[in-house]
């Protein structure tokens, strides 16, 4: 594997490509933001960073205030749009059909159809080069409640939410695994244990087994269903010799070309 180093560049993905509305309900105004994220959990901030040119960028000096929108696949096309017009010159609400809602906290307006809508006050903002970071904080969020479900929890995955990578909008792909799924005892990782745990069984007196371990004796009879004998081998996977590659003299490496 061979990596090329370039200049120094924005090649960070993937990012939200966020909606970020500001202005009023009566006369709002909306951009698209790929330069956004979360700066602290307590209290919840956030920050934006927007160039000096945009019309955006007048509205949220003047009102210190914005709306986090986070963009669907239903949204994908409204998205693009906020992010090549500018309000300056087209009611991007209008055109794209988008609903200006009243916010709880602050006077900029969420969008109703988006599934999230962070508020956001500005507590400070930063001048970098091209951009202008407004650091903000998050004083409240709106759910469309259509994504809880019974037991009151998020379902965002059915929200189709978009990603922006390296000049190209995604819907998210699969789901691979929960917060933590990585340490939790899947049953490859019980079956990797169990093979260890198996000489101290042998060598211990019954009883004195610790308690987590008498979990792995019984997670082990119910993986195998083999005999005795054999369930006191190694058979997992990883612990089969491993396959020898070429012909033991060095490994070639494939060509390139
Ligand atoms: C995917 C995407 C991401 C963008 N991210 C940013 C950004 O982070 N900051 C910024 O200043 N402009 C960004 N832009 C450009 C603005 O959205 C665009 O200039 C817009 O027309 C500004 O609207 P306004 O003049 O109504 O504020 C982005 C555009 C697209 C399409």
Redesign the pocket.
Known sequence: MTKITWKPGTILAPVP?ALISSGTTDKP????????GIIASEPAMTY????P?????E?ISRTKEFVINLPTLALAAA??F???????SVD?FKEMKLTPLPCSQIQAPQIAESPVSLECKVKDIQHYGT?DMFVAEIVAVNIDDQYLDEDGRLALEKAGLLA?AHGH?YTLGRQLGKFGFSVEKSRLKMMQKMAEIKVEVKESKKGALKKDEKVMQKAARKFSGKSKFERSRPHTPELKPKKKYGNGRGFKKKSRD
């Open positions: 490509p105004n909306v951009m698209t933001a790929a330069w956004t934006v960073s927007i160039r040119s945009r019309y955006s960028h509205i998205t693009d906020c992010g090549v017009k500018s309000g300056r991007k951009h922006y909008y």
